[in-house]
């Protein structure tokens, strides 16, 4: 899978991902249901070129040069 820079937050696996920021809340409401869901604000996400093709047209991603796990 590749690293992607989130842009802008996203809900991925009840899991939601936001643009770096080292105040972000530990959980926040589910885009879909409500209940609170984990967040992630590191500002990378690890994608399948199939999961990440609509987000990077959708201009809530980018592709992580050189960021190596």
Do not use: C, Q
Not at 14 to 35: I, L, M, Q
Request: no cysteine; hydrophobic share 40%.
């Amino acid at each position: 899978m590749a690293k992607f820079k989130v842009l802008t937050p996203i809900e991925h696996n009840e899991t939601h991902y936001w643009p770096e920021n080292d105040k972000a809340p530990k959980e926040a409401p589910s885009f879909g249901h409500g209940r609170p869901v984990p967040v992630n604000a590191s500002g990378v996400i690890e994608l399948t070129d199939a999961e990440a093709a609509p987000l990077l047209v959708g201009a809530a991603i980018a592709p992580a040069k050189g960021k190596k796990g």
